[in-house]
């Protein structure tokens, strides 16, 4: 009759030390898989909400968009301004868009929209490039998108002397229309769109 | 010189193809090459939207918005989107000019514009989507025989008048034969009628024993052919003393007896666009409903209100087909509309808002031509003015309206006087974009506003 070898005990210790330790990593991998699912999605907007609050403030005049009237509201707001003129078109529209991706947002824009760039280009054109996701997830209307339209283009030209023409760009790239509507083809004339914006402010 | 004239009157006449659909009716010349008929590929699908070509060595590549098509010179394999197709002959390009035969066209075409084509070879006659016309013809009873042509759509045939018959040549309306090319009706006076078509163009013959005429009504949707000495209806104006004996093309106004002059095709008085279409949904207003379908709607309620009150009427966009905003500006433009009026819906807000172009920072016109971008700036006062008496009619009605200017295409391009219609509901129930009662609602204001405005729009056109 043959016996069979007996398995050494450190080698029996130690199996049982490596299955403790997998089957814990497991659970812990369930775990961690189960809060990662559960967590709601974030949007890969990283940029902050609100402007950078070193330096000094400056007192500008918004102009939001509403979408309950239909208008658009002169808000007041205190914030950091760059020196540069450009870097300061920007944190114009930024400031502006924080007021947008706001939970109690009057005029609600999609998760991610962003102002990448604006590029002052003398004399008196602003190029303002949005992101794709700015135009991809806005809401398709006449009047929803020509509330966004004014309200980027006024509050630029109202606290940005100089600017006579605005190109709106989406991605760097030329755009037919914001959501299916607004006209992005072509240039806009400043003092055109001043006009529509006291109409929709008139709607108040 | 004898040998030059005898070669001259020898030449056979130049053929052309017409071509129908939903963005324009044209034709296009064809050439004879190794006794097969071909046409310019550039050519035909440049009405139809944006296309390109290039040529590379022996490769001519072509691009139908994002369909792509290689030919290849003196070749008969074609690709197209990744696919080899045959034609039934070569491939040819003369002076960068690609010609494909026409008997290809009903296999090839639908491959690049993505929907049925449909040819009528021996009659030159291509019919792109379902744009066809049908007609009934049926003898109404009474003293006097008249036969009444009933038309799926307006159709504006030149009318010539011979001895015993009455000719109606249909060269830019895409009317197709009925069940039978001969049709009977067992009276005397006006026998018989005979459908043919040919060289890119139908042809209607009315038999007569006795001298007739062709009366339009119902906005060309209706020709009513009676003998000379008969009374007619009460559109129709008196019959002339004699019909003509000579083989005398004369318009359709003229064959009803007017004295005026008028253009070779029709022009209607109001342009009713429903926007978007096809490939763009516009606003998505409910998980079943998009903006396309409710404009769709609301341009035949507008259609029906108008033609009430005697305002001819072409509604660009009567089926789900793309329909680029050039060309709609491009068939608003070519009509001389007295008004174009684009319709859109929407969920938000409440109410309708009447816009008005907002002009882009364009280039100048130069001389007569106009810069494409701020077309509509000669016509913005008379725009203007017709969005006022719209917004006043819609709060006569107690509906909520605005007024505004936008940034809305092809509103800029049009030349004449142009607006927008946005039409919201009254409360917060989407449901009524759909309702008929409030679209009729909506569509009759406009309509009423428009032919108060019928003098002031018209002098204009």
Redesign the interface.
């Known amino acids: 009759m043959r016996v069979a070898p007996e398995i050494p005990r450190q080698f029996v210790i130690t199996f049982c030390v490596l299955l403790l330790a997998a089957l814990g990593m497991s659970m812990y991998a369930y775990r961690m898989r189960k809060a990662v699912t559960a967590e709601p999605v974030v949007s890969n907007d990283t940029r902050p909400l609100a402007p950078p609050i070193s330096g000094p403030t400056e007192n500008v005049v918004l102009f939001v968009a509403h979408?309950d009237d239909?208008g658009l509201h002169a808000q007041a707001a205190q914030i950091p301004l760059p020196a540069g003129r450009q870097e300061r078109a920007e944190e114009l529209l930024r400031a502006l868009l924080s007021i947008y991706l706001d939970k109690n947002s009057p005029h609600v824009l999609g998760a991610g929209a962003e102002v990448r760039s604006v590029f002052l280009i003398d004399p008196g054109v602003a190029v303002i490039d949005l992101n794709s996701a700015f135009a991809d997830t806005h809401?398709?209307?006449?009047?929803?998108e020509?509330l966004t339209?004014t309200s980027l283009i006024h509050t630029i030209s109202a606290n940005t002397p100089g600017i006579?023409?605005v190109k709106i760009l989406v991605d760097g790239k030329e755009r037919d229309?914001l959501a299916?509507?607004?006209?992005l083809?072509?240039?806009?004339?400043v003092a055109?769109?001043n006009?529509?914006a006291a109409?929709?402010q008139a709607?108040q | 010189m004898l040998l030059l004239a005898v070669l001259l009157l020898r030449a056979a006449p130049e053929k052309y193809l017409s071509v129908y659909s939903v963005a324009a009716n044209y034709s296009v010349p064809l050439v004879q090459r190794d006794g097969r008929d071909y046409v310019g590929v550039l050519e035909l699908l440049d009405p139809l939207g944006k296309v390109s070509a290039r040529a590379e060595g022996q490769r001519w590549r072509l691009r139908y918005y994002r369909n792509q098509a290689e030919f290849q010179v003196g070749k008969t394999r074609v690709r197209i989107q990744g696919r080899d197709y045959e034609l039934p002959s070569k491939f040819l390009l003369e002076n960068e000019r690609g010609l494909i035969p026409v008997s290809c066209l009903p296999s090839l075409l639908p491959q690049i514009l993505g929907g049925p084509v449909t040819l009528h070879q021996e009659a030159d006659r291509l019919f792109i989507g379902s744009v066809a016309t049908h007609f009934t013809a049926s003898l109404a009873a009474g003293n006097v025989p008249r036969l009444v042509f009933n038309f799926t759509a307006p159709v504006n045939p030149t009318v010539a008048t011979e001895p015993g018959s009455i000719r109606l040549a249909f060269t830019r309306d895409p009317v197709v034969a009925p069940a039978s090319t001969t049709l009977t009706f067992g009276s005397k006076i006006i026998p018989s009628a005979s459908f043919a078509e040919g060289n890119g163009f139908a042809v209607v013959t009315v038999n007569a024993s006795v001298p007739v005429m062709a009366n339009f009504s119902n906005d060309g949707r209706t020709i009513t052919i009676t003998p000379t000495a008969a009374p007619v209806g009460k559109n129709a104006t008196p019959a002339p003393a004699a019909a003509p004996t000579a083989t005398t093309p004369v318009s359709p106004a003229q064959a009803a007896g007017a004295t005026a002059v008028t253009p070779a095709y029709r022009r209607y008085f109001a342009v009713v666009d429903a926007s978007h279409g096809g490939d763009d949904h516009g606003e998505t207003l409910s998980t079943t409903l998009y903006e396309k379908d409710v404009t769709v709607m609301l341009a035949r309620s507008l259609r029906q209100q108008l033609e009430s009150r005697g305002i001819t009427t072409l509604v660009l966009r009567d089926s789900d087909a793309n329909l680029p905003v050039d060309q709609r500006a491009v068939f608003a433009n070519a009509d001389h509309a007295a008004i174009y009026i684009a319709l859109h819906a929407a969920s938000n807000g409440h109410g309708v808002r009447v816009y008005t172009a907002l002009l882009p920072d364009g280039q100048d016109d130069h001389g007569p031509f106009r810069s494409w971008t701020t077309a509509q700036h000669g016509a913005l006062p008379l725009s203007q003015s017709a969005a006022t008496a719209i917004s006043n009619e819609f709060q006569k009605r107690q509906i909520p309206v605005r007024t505004l200017a936008a940034p809305l295409r092809p509103l800029n391009n049009v030349t004449g006087p142009a607006i927008g219609v946005e039409i919201a509901p009254m409360g917060n129930d989407l449901a009524q974009l759909t309702a008929p009662d409030y679209q009729e609602l909506v569509t009759s204001a406009i309509a009423t506003a428009v032919a108060a405005a019928h003098d002031q729009l018209g002098a204009a056109q």
């Open positions: 979408d239909g809401r398709s209307g006449v009047l929803i020509e339209v006579a023409r229309t299916g509507h607004a006209d083809s072509s240039f806009y004339d055109a769109v006009q529509v109409q929709l709607a």
